[in-house]
């Protein structure tokens, strides 16, 4: 049972703000890590499912722990055609004078950015013999101001030295805000809005969880922006549609979506909605009972709060990459950061629905910074022997007919009441839909 769960406790208070009783196991096993990343795929899965029953799903909440820790990585199986790479040709760790450094590339602006900055065209051994010349500190500072994505490997005390750490030391699992009283709504989530403006990786998860238990999911994005190697991932049942938020046009089709949503879920950096004209206070004149839940990489304080960042440059950030002691990084074997974050952005998505049925509105803000924080509080021996291994029997009989072709993919880890999400859209390519409710 979950109260065996070392991250339970902690997940309630900061989500339902007291403790609730834990959900059901099935399933067994690990995966290789120095951090207890299975314990986290399962309480993190399981507090969704366990805020679905509180809202008024009811029944018994049960998680599947093999499987839970197979969604917290890909979960498709191509049925005559491959999957892209998931990372580009430059992305990756790389030795500087003083250390590692991690480029996050996948983005081409990104890229650009970060060889600009190193002076080199798009070769690897070109980046790694420019970055050799650099020290690490230095060299992921030019990458950001180049409005790029870098990462010097930190260990965990250095973190907890660094302003950043020290900041995010002072803040809550989630930032809840109390907006007031409201007008009770009765909860549906058949037709339930949920306007989706998040990127890779956490914010598509919590809202592909909606999707499945009913939630009408539109994602926007700009039309530039493109994931192919997770898109087959995180548009699973929503409607996806595309608008450049610097056209006036754009902008304004934007905010007549907002006046009909119920829920709007956002992973942009802290300042960026607010330099489109976005900020708090005109989402809460659009539509004052409209939910709003927000995500960011590093924090809601300190230095870095308006920094882009990615899994795995926090994991190089905070001490979680260098947590093996060899001197090189060594990374969580699944993006487990995006993944928890994401299934805490759905629990506190379904308690803030609770909350204003009963007449009280509130909002939340997350980031993968202070969840890694609370998985680095549980360190584990690293164990292959036993690890779980993604093999056919995982896989749903379905067949999925996904906008790039068929396939097979996990079975859902969560049941309650002995009923999985299921997911009436198939994933598919970006900005293939109208900027329109369903």
Same mark, same amino acid.
């Given at each position: ?34 951090? $207890? *990343? =299975?314990?986290?795929? #399962? /309480? ?6 366990? !805020?679905?029953?509180? +809202? ?97 490997? $930190? *260990? =965990?005390?250095?973190? #907890? /030295? ?6 995010? !030391?002072?803040?809550? +699992? ?265």
């Amino acid at each position: 049972m979950a109260e065996f769960n070392p991250f339970w406790d902690k997940l309630c208070d900061g989500v339902f703000g007291e403790r609730v009783a834990p959900y059901g196991v099935t399933g067994e096993g690990h995966l290789p890590s120095y951090f $207890r *990343t =299975s314990d986290l795929a #399962e /309480a993190s899965i399981g507090l969704a499912g366990v !805020a679905l029953a509180r +809202l008024g799903a009811h029944g018994k909440v049960v998680v599947d722990r093999r499987l839970a820790s197979l969604w917290f990585d890909m979960t498709l199986r191509p049925l005559g055609w491959e999957a892209g790479s998931l990372w580009d040709a430059i992305a990756g760790n790389y030795q500087c004078k003083d250390g590692w450094i991690r480029l996050h590339t996948n983005a081409p602006h990104h890229r650009d950015a970060a060889l600009s900055v190193l002076q080199v065209p798009v070769d690897r051994d070109a980046v790694a013999k420019a970055v050799l010349e650099w020290e690490g500190e230095a060299l992921e500072a030019a990458i950001v101001t180049a409005h790029g994505c870098a990462a010097f490997m $930190r *260990t =965990s005390q250095e973190w #907890e /030295a660094h302003p950043q750490g020290r900041a995010l !030391a002072t803040e809550p +699992l989630v930032h809840w805000e109390d907006h007031g009283a409201c007008a009770p709504r009765e909860v549906s989530f058949e037709g339930l809005k949920v306007l989706d403006l998040t990127r890779v990786l956490a914010g598509p998860v919590a809202t592909r969880l909606l999707a499945g238990f009913g939630a009408n999911v539109l994602r926007i994005d700009p039309p530039t922006w493109n994931e192919p190697s997770v898109e087959m991932e995180v548009t699973l049942g929503k409607r996806c549609a595309g608008l450049d938020l610097r056209q006036a046009d754009d902008l304004a089709r934007l905010k007549e979506l907002m006046r009909e949503a119920d829920v709007f879920v956002h992973g942009y950096r802290a300042d960026a909605l607010e330099k489109l004209g976005l900020g708090v206070e005109v989402r809460r004149a659009l539509n004052p009972e409209m939910i709003d839940v927000s995500l960011n990489a590093y924090g809601w304080s300190g230095p870095m709060v308006a920094r882009r960042g990615f899994d795995s440059l926090v994991q190089m950030s905070c001490g979680i990459a260098a947590a093996s002691g060899a001197g090189k990084p060594v990374p969580l074997p699944v993006q487990a950061l995006d993944h928890a974050t994401g299934y805490l952005v759905a629990a506190c998505v379904l308690e803030s629905l609770r909350a204003r049925s009963e007449g009280v509105l509130k909002s939340a803000k997350l980031s993968l910074a202070r969840t890694a924080r609370l998985l680095m509080q549980e360190t584990c021996a690293f164990e292959r022997e036993g690890a779980i291994e993604k093999n056919a029997r995982d896989f749903s009989d379905m067949v999925e007919a996904t906008g790039w072709g068929d396939a097979h993919r996990v079975t859902p880890p969560l049941k309650i009441d002995g009923k999985a999400p299921k997911w009436h859209i198939p994933a598919g390519p970006l900005r293939r839909h109208s900027a329109a409710w369903a």
